[in-house]
């Protein structure tokens, strides 16, 4: 079953044409890896998924909705949850308080003037249950300042899976992280198979084709493939494109 | 550990923090006595001066401090809830039942529609939008030629409760200005501690990510710009009865400018900071202006010292964290 749907989705910054034409359906449970290089578009598609960007044109589907216009938060309580390439955390917050507040939203509305938010043990426990899947729970009380770049990286994703969504877009979430911690990553992420729908924005391309059931192919904001990581790799059109010179390490 | 004593500070930590507010209330309760030993009064009165604008200053924090929005016309709230209190008792409207939550809630009304409309835009456009706003307050009180225009007018009183207590007499009203800041500060110790100020809090300091885990932002921001109108309204009501007189000054956007004054030398995103900044604005004020009328010449380069030397206000310069 289709989760979410995307109709010719267009989007100009002045004269540069970043989404063009796209369309794109992600099944249910799937791991749809989205790969091109710098400046293919691949951030301004993930925005206009998120609700960040208004699309110039085209549609977008989740769960059976029309969610083309509405506004961020609202995709997030639909669902529809984001991480940043650039890792966006509230720096002066614990890695606990960062994910409590998500756990928090979630909830239901925050109009509570009262009570002391940070003892709340129902949010609190829950959070530090999802810091425990992307390994963090020994860090709950540090600052989100103070943590490494790595664990920032894993701190976005564990937020993002706060909010309780069906559907995660990653965008970039093994972005300077090193070869130990992208391992970390991508076992992590082979954990919510299943459990979440992950659309994969990512130039790793050993962890793109390990972990991607489907492959889309940007390029200039277009599609110009989709297909199982076997027929990516056999597409002459991509290879033409855009894996030239990544030509050894996709066939091997 | 059990989860939820987390993110709870050690006892010690919190009782270190408790000093300063606590020296600063103590501060606060001595003055009637300390004025009636030395046959003062005076200080009295200027001490319930110094508490209505700490209110103020509190309110203007709670926008400002937790929630990153520089507010450059909370006079003006200051100023609504004044005039509310004025312009009933000119209509020979004397209870202070009525009066003082109508007071409180046209400032927050004027509050709610200038944050609606305010909160649309960012940064220096938001500083400017709600100056804007307020010196049309401003204009619109030199307009009311009904109510003394420019001039301003005078009461007929302060306001009644039913005989239950008499706000003319100055201890008195001392020290039910007393309670207002003293409930003011402990009530908004725990909004932003509560849900509501996490949020708050968070949206200050990055609201692009708030938004991305679900939040509606500008429905929290605008909630707590209401609740600090209403605040700084209540300051006004109180200002109009210690001064018995309501005037457009009340709403300049140099008080608004005085405001944020205090609460950046006392300690933004504190609680005490903007009581502290209060007492030190305005006792320096008392004491310079005595020496010189030009002592915006000595304050200033103390304002400039302040932030300089004690980034984050000078209740940080005793230590703790908040
Ligand atoms: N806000 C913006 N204003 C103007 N141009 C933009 C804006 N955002 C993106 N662009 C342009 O749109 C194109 C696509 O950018 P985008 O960031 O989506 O690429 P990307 O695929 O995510 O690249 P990278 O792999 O470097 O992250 C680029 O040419 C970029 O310069
Ligand atoms: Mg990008």
């Known amino acids: ?252 | 550990m059990s989860a939820d004593t987390l993110s709870a500070p050690p006892r010690a930590v919190r009782f270190r923090g408790a000093l300063l507010p606590l020296a600063l209330f103590a501060l606060l309760a001595v003055v009637p006595f300390v004025a009636g030993a030395l046959g003062q009064p005076f200080y009295v009165s200027l001490f319930t001066r110094i508490m209505i604008f700490a209110v103020a200053a509190l309110a203007l924090d709670l926008v400002l401090g937790y929630g990153g929005m520089v507010s450059l016309g909370h006079a003006a709230y200051m100023g609504v809830g004044a005039y509310a209190i004025g312009i009933l008792s000119f209509h020979g409207v004397d209870s202070g039942w009525l009066q003082w939550p109508l007071g409180i809630g046209a400032a927050a009304l004027a509050a709610l529609v200038i944050g609606a409309l305010s909160l649309r835009t960012r940064g220096v456009y938001f500083i400017m939008i709600t100056l804007a706003f307020a010196q049309m307050l401003y204009y619109t009180a030199n307009a009311l030629s009904t109510y003394g225009g420019d001039d301003g007018m005078t009461l007929w009183g302060r306001s009644s409760f039913s005989g239950l207590v008499k706000l003319s007499d100055a201890r008195t009203f001392y020290w039910i200005v007393f309670a207002v800041l003293a409930l003011s500060y402990l009530g908004l110790r725990r909004v932003v501690a509560s849900k509501f100020g996490r949020v708050l809090r968070g949206c200050k300091e990055n609201e692009r990510r708030m938004a991305a885990i679900g939040y509606n932002t500008a429905l929290y921001k605008l909630a707590a710009f209401v609740l600090s109108g209403a605040l700084a309204g209540l300051s006004g009501v109180l200002l109009a009865n210690h001064t018995e007189f309501v005037s457009p000054a009340y709403m300049s956007w140099v008080r608004s400018g005085d405001l944020i004054v205090m609460v950046v030398i006392g300690g933004l995103g504190t609680l005490h900071g903007p009581i502290a900044g209060a007492v030190l604005v305005l006792v320096l004020e008392e004491v310079l202006s005595k020496l010189t009328q030009h002592w915006w010449l000595i304050f200033g380069p103390l304002i400039v010292l302040t932030v300089w030397r004690a980034k984050g206000g000078v209740v940080r310069l005793f230590g703790g964290r908040a």
């Open chain 1, 1 to 252: 079953m289709t989760l979410l749907l995307v109709e010719r989705l267009a989007k100009s910054f002045g004269a540069v044409a970043a989404t063009r034409d796209l369309s794109l359906d992600v099944a249910e449970g799937s791991i749809h890896a989205v790969i091109g290089p710098n400046g293919a578009g691949k951030t301004t598609l993930v925005a206009q998924l998120a609700g960040e960007l208004r699309p110039d044109a085209g549609h977008v589907l989740f769960d059976g909705r029309d969610v083309t216009r509405l506004p961020v938060h609202r995709r997030v309580r639909l669902g529809l949850a984001r991480s940043f390439q650039i890792s966006n955390t509230l720096l002066s917050f614990s890695l606990l308080e960062n994910v409590a507040l998500a756990v928090q939203a979630r909830h239901g509305h925050s109009f509570r003037f009262w009570a002391d938010a940070s003892r709340d043990g129902r949010i609190n426990a829950e959070a530090l249950a999802v810091l425990q899947t992307v390994g963090l729970a020994d860090r709950r009380d540090r600052l989100a300042s103070e943590v490494s770049h790595g664990e920032r990286r894993l701190l976005e994703i564990a937020i993002a899976l706060a909010t309780g969504p069906k559907m995660l877009l990653l965008d970039e979430p093994m972005a300077g992280v090193g070869p130990e911690e992208g391992q970390r990553m991508v076992e992590m992420l082979r954990t919510l198979r299943g459990r979440v729908t992950i659309l994969l924005i990512e130039h790793d391309m050993d962890a793109v084709f390990r972990l991607a059931d489907r492959i889309t192919v940007l390029v200039y904001g277009r599609a110009i493939a989709t297909g199982t990581p076997d027929e990516i790799r056999a597409d002459a059109a991509v290879r033409e494109a855009y894996l030239g010179e990544e030509d050894d390490e996709l066939v091997a």
